[in-house]
Nanobody, 125 residues
Framework: QVQLHEFGGGMVQAGDALRLSCVAS????????MGWFRQAPGKEREFVAA????????YYVDSVKGRFTISRDNAKNMVYLQMNSLKPEDTAVYYC??????????????????WGQGIQVTVSS
């Protein structure tokens, strides 16, 4: 079992940068594909980015490509989401998630076994 905890959210202005962090505890961290999702008010939870166990393969939703970067540090049991050039439409609760095994179907919420509690990111115009 894996416990996930996000931190680093907050309120920023459009064009600013923010880095989200997620710390994992419990099971062997480097056996999991890690993902970031977000959910805006009144909308379904959507995929943002995923990274495979080694960090050598990443995948992004089109709307954040070139602006967001997902990375991980297996020695620290950490996964990060660097968000640059933030836009008001990036406003949402962001969730860290862990999926056992390979990075197949990484954009599907039902692929993930464990979720953090979520953290608010608000981008003002």
């Amino acid at each position: 079992q894996v416990q996930l905890h996000e931190f680093g959210g907050g309120m920023v202005q459009a064009g600013d940068a923010l880095r989200l962090s997620c710390v994992a505890s419990g099971d062997t961290f480097n056996s999991y594909t890690m993902g970031w999702f977000r959910q805006a008010p009144g909308k379904e939870r959507e995929f943002v980015a995923a990274i495979n166990w080694s960090g050598g393969d990443t995948y992004y939703v089109d709307s954040v490509k070139g602006r967001f970067t997902i990375s991980r540090d297996n020695a620290k049991n950490m996964v990060y989401l660097q968000m640059n050039s933030l836009k008001p439409e990036d406003t949402a609760v962001y969730y860290c998630a862990a999926a056992r095994g390979r990075m197949s179907s990484a954009s599907r919420t039902d692929r993930y076994d464990y979720w953090g509690q979520g953290i608010q990111v608000t981008v003002s115009s």
